[in-house]
């Protein structure tokens, strides 16, 4: 059984930075591409970024594009996201899932999830 467990949400002013980690328990996360979705209240959720198993390769939303970095250290089973001159519509629970395919932005593909961690961003 793989689990994600999401750390490093927070409040942050706008204009500021959070930089969230995804730890992934298992052997195997190398063999799963890893993404971060958000969901902010009364929204659907929504891909915000992906990055290949290798970590050769990212893909970005346009909203969060140049703003966020997204990375992962396949020693330490952990996939992070780095999140600059945030804004107030950035504001979302931020979830962090894998899976095993090539599949970036539909989350419905993904197998597996973290519970989520919250990001509020005050104006």
């Known amino acids: 059984q793989v689990q994600l467990v999401e750390s490093g949400g927070g409040l942050v002013q706008a204009g500021g930075s959070l930089s969230l980690s995804c730890a992934v328990s298992g052997r195997t996360f190398s063999s799963y591409l890893m993404g971060w979705f958000r969901q902010a209240p009364g929204k659907e959720r929504e891909f915000v970024a992906a990055i290949r198993k290798s970590g050769g390769g990212t893909w970005y939303a346009d909203s969060v594009k140049g703003r966020f970095t997204i990375s992962r250290d396949n020693a330490k089973n952990t996939a992070y996201l780095l999140m600059n001159s945030l804004q107030p519509e950035d504001t979302a629970v931020y979830y962090c899932?894998?899976?095993?395919?090539?599949?970036?932005?539909?989350?419905?593909?993904?197998?597996?999830w973290g519970q989520g961690t919250q990001v509020t961003v005050s104006s």
């Open positions: 899932a894998a899976n095993k395919n090539e599949v970036v932005a539909n989350p419905r593909q993904y197998d597996y």
